[in-house]
């Protein structure tokens, strides 16, 4: 019925969050362990936590390595 039609797609959300929340975490610790000083890390971890998706794709092209 319908709940087999739903199961498929739950399960690819679910692996999908899975992924996001392991890039999430990367990012985080690699903001965290950067040579950037104190309050730029500050302000790059607030703006990933604030901003997941977007500050995730700044934080990308133009944090801090």
């Known amino acids: 019925g319908v709940q087999t039609c ?22 985080l610790i690699k903001i965290l362990g950067s040579s950037a000083s104190t309050g730029s890390k500050v302000l790059w971890v607030l703006l990933v936590l604030v901003l997941p998706v977007i500050g995730f794709i700044i934080w990308f092209f133009a944090g801090p390595k």
């Open 6 to 27: 739903a199961l498929p797609i739950l399960k690819m959300e679910f692996i999908l969050g899975i992924i996001w929340l392991g890039l999430w975490l990367w990012a």
